[in-house]
């Protein structure tokens, strides 16, 4: 390992005092000096070890001159205590770093929370620089990294197995790939931090990537030092809740900051990958990937997104796409200066001179008056592309003052007549596709397929409105419309009627041609935002045409709950070209299971089937399903579910695309996307896929440039290997074997969840479930309703609470009990096999491992020791044997000889398995040495934040006085006691989910 100095750990203490001499020779080693992208001899875990020395010692200088040497000598103690405990796991090691942080006044913990908080967010950026360099240095040395990482490896591999290059082509250019982003859970992190952070990793990514000079190099760390110590001198804490509108605003960062210019890169990349196998590039008229939000337009359980708000959402996106184009167009301007063209563009430049200004002085004080970029005189006659690039300028210009006038005004929309502006993706389309063919015609090809190819590609995935946004709402609530209208229109009670009563009576309305709502409809205010949010759908498919996508029905149940929402869309405005695709959301395990049967019935509605004209889109939700009946129970009924959905689309003849509503963590579906998407039942992705990308995974996805265009490569792989080569079916013996250990297991999950009085008393003392509210991550709700107890409780902040504590219960709670009795009845051989051949039991198997690795016992056991009453304290042992014995039964199955520890093997990919779990083993290692104190920190002001909700306890505590001597001037709660122990607490529940990667 050459790293020249800088130890493994640490080179002598992290808080020397000469940090001048210490950053100068951690910044001049040698993969420093040479530009560690373009070596051979790349480590990604060098580069995490020498990026986390750097930063260290950068942090703590600059904590250094904003506290004092007492504090920073208290910070080492508890990293040695740390330190010591994570290697001997041994309980008076754990007892001796508690004392430390015990001694600690509460302002010295608030800034020890906030210290031990940034390091762990300094170590994400370590990892992920490491990550976008080893993606470098992959496609540098066009090294196979196994099966479907790349799109060019797919390719190769697919060739290899049999697969005609013709096969390949055809099955791409007809792939698509949805990425939709949400907001939920928000990103703990505020976006100051997330700024500041980002400027670290660009400027790590300089040092790791080029060969600086001295002074380049001293540049560099004044930055990066500026940007640290910027983040640390911030406040971590969100004090007020995010609206939708911010939560759009904060997805909209990462189209400018990596996906507007990384997808035409990675599709000019897809097409060299085509050309060197002898075919031609993606067709035009196509985008391999797309994307869509649910920022601002799920309403499910939000009362803050409303018809306003989507409006609001849909015209912030709009307005950010326009400005995009409008910049990229200028580009293009000054690119297309040729005079040779076809007839084609001849006659369309020679009609916009035609209808043109023809006072050259006019046109130049316009211009100038829009301080274009260039180009305020008339554009001669002879340059015909420049004149249709300065039209499409002008009417982009127009496009986006009138957009302005509308995010401004709510009175204000925009005019559908009015032709000096631009609604559709094909008003810029279809010209910019003109000068393309005309220049590949006279022979230009090279200046098509250079920036105007990236152009059109850019117009073709994000058209106007960079996302296409869905709307969420829950059955229940289409369900109160209906019967608010039958009810006042004479006809009864539209909720008590059979299911056969309600699909023949939507049908007859469906066929019919007279309006059905009356204008003068008495309702309540939740019946009106369904109305005027389908309103609001027929006024944004006509004035923003492309900007919205699908209408989601969470909680759906019935053929009857799909027919509603089409009938309330058109009696709402819409016409019938503008009416949303609908796709019934299935999540809990009874609904998954019912899947197939309410498809069959819908379909079977002739006026239906004739409407969505041989294509149907249903999502799968991963996170409720998990809540419901426990992981693997959930697994299972997924796998199946998507099986049953697809097969009976076929029998109607009608082509699913599924949407996978994925969670970022194990407990609600996440997990590598490649792995995930190659362990689909095989037959169940065809082509096309729709995925969430939630929370803090958006900005490990695609807040870099690399792992941006990794993320890309990764779906487009993946898909298109699963929908040539998928993967076989399960034998029937292992079917069997999953139905059985899907029974056992979601009994033993519900009895325990559900059904043990004990259960719901134990979740609200162990863990800060209850107080994760105050966080102020999104804007919905942690309830769907106000009632009590875990139904009610959303399934982000179940998974976590659980995840704050260590114990990580949702993701194995079920698995002992099933596997036991199944091994008991003789079944380990085949779990073994099951383990060894079939990737979606793998997969499974190998992510729960990977969170059992993360669990702590004795921190488990910490919690509950301070926090839980005694009572309760013998059934917390019982969970706390529950996760041990988890723990032995999937290393007996998957005969591993320790987490995330393979026994020695002869496979050919034995080695790079063995990498990868020695890599994610070593990274949770080095995580816990700051989150294990985090831990302890928390639960000491968990303990004192609700001693003061006490009477009598709380009064005593209020009394104590909160030191300042290093918070002088600290603006938040007036030194209130109460005030400063909860912002300790929310800092050190931050600080978990930045070292976990995991807000639920």
């Not at 001694?103 to 170590?123: G, K, P, R």
């Not at 900007?547 to 089409?566: K, Q, R």
């Not at 020791?865 to 042992?877: R, Y």
């Given at each position: 390992m050459a790293t020249h100095g800088v130890s493994h750990r640490r080179q002598g203490s992290l808080f020397a005092s000469e940090e001048g001499e210490a950053l100068e020779k951690l910044a001049t080693t040698s993969s420093y000096l040479s530009g560690r992208g373009e070596t051979k001899d790349f480590n990604a875990h060098d580069v995490i070890e020498e990026c986390d020395a750097l930063l260290q010692t950068i942090f703590f200088s600059v904590v250094r001159e904003t506290t004092s040497e007492e504090f920073l000598a208290k910070l080492q103690g508890v990293y040695d205590?740390?330190?010591?405990?994570?290697?001997?796991?041994?309980?008076?090691?754990?007892?001796?770093?508690?004392?430390?942080?015990?001694?600690?006044?509460?302002?010295?913990?608030?800034?020890?929370?906030?210290?031990?908080?940034?390091?762990?967010?300094?170590?994400n950026i370590s990892e992920q620089v490491a990550n976008a360099m080893e993606e470098r240095h992959k496609r540098l040395d066009d090294i196979p990294r196994g099966p479907a990482k790349s799109t060019n490896g797919a390719i190769k591999g697919l060739i290899r197995s049999g697969k005609t290059i013709e096969e390949i082509y055809a099955a791409l250019s007809r792939q698509h790939v949805d990425l939709v982003l949400t907001a939920h859970p928000t990103q703990a992190l505020r976006r100051s931090m997330l700024k500041a952070f980002g400027k670290v990793r660009e400027k790590l990514l300089q040092l790791q990537r080029f060969r600086l000079s001295r002074f380049e190099r001293a540049e560099i760390l004044d930055e990066i030092r500026s940007n640290i110590a910027a983040a640390w001198r911030t406040d971590e804490i969100r004090r007020t809740p995010p609206k939708p509108q911010d939560e759009m605003r904060a997805g909209l960062t990462y189209f400018q900051q990596t996906i507007w210019d990384?997808?035409?890169?990675?599709?000019?990349?897809?097409?060299?990958?085509?050309?060197?196998?002898?075919?031609?590039?993606?067709?035009?008229?196509?985008?391999?990937?797309?994307?869509?939000?649910?920022?601002?337009?799920?309403?499910?359980?939000?009362?803050?997104?409303?018809?306003?708000?989507?409006?609001?959402?849909?015209?912030?996106?709009?307005?950010?796409?326009?400005?995009?184009?409008?910049?990229?167009?200028?580009?293009?301007?000054?690119?297309?200066?040729?005079?040779?063209?076809?007839?084609?563009?001849?006659?369309?430049?020679?009609?916009?001179?035609?209808t043109s200004e023809t006072d050259k002085n006019a046109i130049f004080e316009e211009r100038k008056r829009r301080n274009y970029d260039d180009f305020w005189k008339a554009i001669p006659e002879h340059e015909p592309y420049r004149v249709i690039l300065a039209m499409l300028r002008d009417k982009l210009y127009n496009t986006r003052e009138a957009l302005q006038k509308c995010v401004t005004d709510p009175n204000v929309s925009i005019d559908v007549n009015d032709d000096s502006i631009i609604r559709t993706k094909e008003e810029i389309y279809e010209p910019l596709v003109a000068c393309y063919e005309s220049l590949i015609e006279v022979k230009d090809d090279q200046i098509a397929n250079s920036l105007l190819l990236d152009v059109i590609r850019q117009v073709q995935c994000f058209g106007l409105g960079l996302v296409k946004l869905d709307i969420r709402q829950e059955s229940d609530r289409h369900a109160e419309a209906l019967d608010a209208v039958t009810r006042y229109i004479g006809l009864g009670s539209y909720i008590e009627w059979s299911e056969d009563q309600k699909i023949e009576w939507l049908t007859s309305e469906l066929m019919s041609k007279r309006p059905l709502i009356p204008h003068d409809l008495e309702c309540s205010a939740?019946?009106?935002?369904?109305?005027?949010?389908?309103?609001?759908?027929?006024?944004?498919?006509?004035?923003?045409?492309?900007?919205?996508?699908?209408?989601?029905?969470?909680?759906?149940?019935?053929?009857?709950?799909?027919?509603?929402?089409?009938?309330?869309?058109?009696?709402?405005g819409c016409r019938e070209k503008d009416v949303l695709r609908v796709a019934p959301l299935f999540e809990r395990l009874d609904d998954l299971n019912d899947a197939p049967r309410v498809l069959r019935q819908l379909f079977s509605v002739k006026w239906y089937l004739d409407h969505i004209n041989g294509f149907q889109e249903v999502m799968i939700g991963y996170s409720d399903s998990g809540k419901d009946a426990g992981r693997m129970a959930a697994a299972w009924a997924l796998y199946e579910g998507q099986e049953r959905v697809v097969a009976a689309g076929n029998e109607f003849n009608v082509a699913m695309t599924l949407f996978h509503g994925r969670g970022g963590t194990v407990g609600r579906g996440g997990g590598p996307a490649h792995i995930a998407m190659l362990s689909q039942p095989p037959g169940t992705v065809n082509g096309s896929i729709r995925v969430t990308v939630q929370g803090e995974v958006i900005e490990s996805d695609f807040g870099e440039r690399e792992n941006c265009f990794h993320t890309l490569d990764l779906y487009t792989a993946s898909v298109l290997e699963h929908s040539l080569k998928p993967p076989s079916h399960p034998d029937d013996k292992w079917r069997a074997v999953m139905d059985r250990m899907s029974e056992y297991s979601c009994a033993h999950y519900r009895k325990t969840v559900f059904e043990t009085p004990e259960f719901v008393q134990y979740f609200a003392q162990a863990t800060p479930g209850s107080e994760l509210g105050s966080l102020n991550i999104g804007s919905r709700p942690a309830k769907r309703k106000p009632n009590a107890g875990v139904t009610a409780l959303r399934a982000i902040p179940w998974i976590f609470a659980w995840t704050q504590s260590r114990f990580h219960l949702p993701v194995w709670l079920g698995i002992s009990a099933s596997f036991k009795r199944l091994i008991e009845e003789g079944e380990l051989?085949?779990?073994?096999?099951?383990?060894?051949?079939?990737?979606?039991?793998?997969?499974?198997?190998?992510?729960?491992?990977?969170?059992?690795?993360?669990?702590?016992?004795?921190?488990?056991?910490?919690?509950?020791?301070?926090?839980?009453?005694?009572?309760?304290?013998?059934?917390?042992?019982?969970?706390?044997?529950?996760?041990?014995?988890?723990?032995?039964?999937?290393?007996?199955v998957s005969e591993h000889i320790g987490l995330l520890v393979q026994p020695e093997k002869t496979e050919e990919n034995a080695n790079e398995a063995r990498r990868m779990q020695q890599k994610l083993k070593h990274k949770l290692e080095k995580r816990n040495l700051y989150i294990t104190p985090l831990n302890v920190c928390q639960v000491r002001f968990l303990k004192q934040a609700r001693a003061l909700e006490h009477e009598e306890d709380g009064e005593k505590l209020s009394m104590r006085k909160v030191k300042i001597t290093m918070l002088e001037g600290y603006p938040f709660q007036d030194f209130n006691y109460k005030g400063a122990v909860n912002d300790v607490l929310k800092i050190t529940m931050k600080g978990i989910a930045a070292g976990m990667q995991n807000t639920g």
């Open positions: 205590g740390s330190e010591a405990f994570g290697k001997t796991g041994e309980p008076k090691d754990f007892e001796a770093m508690k004392k430390l942080l015990e001694t600690m006044e509460v302002d010295e913990s608030l800034q020890f929370a906030s210290a031990y908080s940034n390091l762990l967010n300094l170590h990384c997808v035409p890169t990675f599709m000019r990349r897809v097409d060299t990958a085509l050309l060197a196998n002898g075919c031609g590039r993606l067709p035009l008229d196509r985008s391999i990937v797309t994307f869509g939000s649910w920022m601002g337009g799920d309403r499910d359980g939000n009362p803050f997104v409303t018809s306003e708000c989507t409006r609001d959402v849909v015209l912030l996106a709009r307005v950010q796409g326009t400005n995009f184009l409008f910049s990229t167009i200028q580009k293009l301007l000054f690119e297309l200066s040729m005079w040779r063209c076809n007839d084609t563009v001849k006659r369309l430049a020679n009609d916009i001179l035609a939740d019946v009106r935002e369904v109305l005027d949010t389908c309103k609001m759908i027929a006024h944004l498919q006509q004035t923003c045409p492309g900007s919205l996508g699908t209408y989601v029905i969470s909680m759906a149940t019935s053929a009857s709950d799909v027919l509603a929402v089409v009938l309330l869309q058109r009696e709402c051989q085949t779990l073994r096999d099951m383990y060894k051949r079939w990737p979606f039991f793998e997969v499974t198997i190998d992510l729960v491992e990977m969170v059992l690795a993360k669990a702590d016992p004795v921190v488990v056991a910490y919690y509950e020791k301070a926090l839980v009453d005694e009572s309760l304290h013998d059934f917390g042992a019982k969970l706390r044997g529950e996760l041990e014995s988890s723990i032995d039964v999937i290393l007996t």
